[in-house]
């Protein structure tokens, strides 16, 4: 994507967003890119957007959302790996903006694809969306995600969002509940080698992410803390590719 002109942007991705003035300023959101080494090759978790949502119908996506403010005063047993955290910080210029990002992430995972990140132990949310959670005996953690890309969606989109990408391995999920999740805002998850994926009905963006990811896992394969965090977004109406 990088250098592609915002018309040409427009054009690509006319079917994946609902486009008109929309607002300004992007709202900030994070994503989930839980993956699986059990087997020969890696595979990632990705789910089918409802065809009735403005943003990305129908599409294939991580799961992932808005960012609540009330998700940075929810307690966790580990934080994120230091290297991963300063580069977060720095990016949303503040440490309890950081620590919301980073656990919407895991609480986004658990609503849509219905995986809750963190170890078996009491719980005791402060926020009512967490009661999923306690209800399963799982407190949440960071120390297992990396941060991995962040991305702005362009304008002239109805939804625009800053979103903060992660990623982390299958290992770090407690609990992996056979119905889905309970917002049921993914249909037909799977588990899908990189390859598959990246040839699946998937957005522009994610294509993207998905090759930034499958270039870091060339040359590190564990995903350790402080990789590369390439930046994707719009400037001067080209896409431009940068580092955090």
Same mark, same amino acid.
């Given at each position: 994507?990088?250098?592609? %002109?915002?018309?040409?942007?427009?054009?690509? =991705?006319?079917? *994946?967003?609902?486009?008109?003035?929309?607002?300004?300023?992007?709202?900030?959101?994070?994503?989930?890119?839980?993956?699986?080494?059990?087997?020969?090759?890696?595979?990632?978790?990705?789910?089918?957007?409802?065809?009735? &949502?403005?943003?990305?119908?129908?599409?294939? $996506? +991580?799961?992932?959302?808005?960012?609540?403010?009330?998700?940075?005063?929810?307690? $966790?047993?580990?934080?994120?790996?230091?290297?991963?955290?300063?580069?977060? =910080?720095?990016?949303?210029?503040?440490?309890?903006?950081?620590?919301? $990002?980073?656990? %919407?992430?895991?609480?986004?995972?658990? #609503?849509?694809?219905?995986?809750?990140?963190?170890?078996?132990?009491?719980?005791?949310?402060? &926020?009512? *969306?967490?009661?999923?959670?306690?209800? &399963?005996?799982?407190?949440?953690?960071?120390?297992?995600?990396?941060?991995?890309?962040?991305?702005?969606?362009?304008?002239?989109?109805?939804?625009?969002? *800053?979103? &903060?990408? +992660?990623?982390?391995?299958?290992?770090?999920?407690?609990?992996?509940?056979? #119905?889905?999740?309970?917002?049921?805002?993914?249909?037909?998850?799977?588990?899908?080698?990189?390859? #598959?994926? %990246?040839?699946?009905?998937?957005?522009?963006?994610?294509?993207?992410?998905?090759? #930034?990811?499958?270039?870091?896992?060339? +040359?590190?394969?564990?995903?350790?803390?402080?990789?590369?965090?390439? +930046?994707?977004?719009? $400037?001067?109406?080209?896409?431009?590719?940068?580092?955090?």
């Amino acid at each position: 994507m990088e250098g592609i %002109s915002r018309a040409d942007l427009d054009k690509a =991705e006319a079917k *994946d967003f609902v486009l008109g003035k929309g607002p300004l300023r992007p709202r900030a959101a994070a994503t989930m890119i839980v993956l699986d080494r059990s087997g020969a090759q890696v595979r990632v978790l990705m789910g089918r957007r409802h065809r009735s &949502h403005a943003f990305m119908p129908g599409k294939f $996506v +991580f799961p992932g959302g808005r960012t609540d403010p009330g998700d940075g005063r929810i307690a $966790v047993v580990s934080q994120l790996p230091a290297e991963d955290r300063s580069r977060l =910080e720095a990016a949303t210029r503040s440490v309890s903006r950081a620590r919301a $990002v980073a656990l %919407s992430a895991v609480r986004e995972t658990y #609503e849509e694809a219905g995986l809750l990140i963190g170890s078996k132990a009491p719980f005791q949310p402060r &926020h009512d *969306d967490w009661t999923g959670f306690a209800a &399963h005996g799982v407190a949440p953690s960071l120390d297992g995600l990396r941060y991995v890309a962040r991305a702005i969606t362009p304008p002239g989109r109805v939804r625009r969002y *800053d979103t &903060h990408f +992660f990623a982390a391995w299958r290992d770090c999920v407690a609990v992996e509940l056979a #119905e889905g999740g309970p917002t049921q805002e993914l249909e037909e998850l799977a588990w899908l080698s990189l390859d #598959e994926a %990246s040839a699946a009905d998937i957005p522009t963006i994610t294509r993207s992410i998905l090759g #930034e990811l499958e270039a870091r896992l060339a +040359f590190d394969p564990l995903l350790r803390p402080g990789g590369p965090v390439p +930046f994707l977004r719009m $400037v001067r109406n080209r896409f431009a590719r940068d580092l955090l």
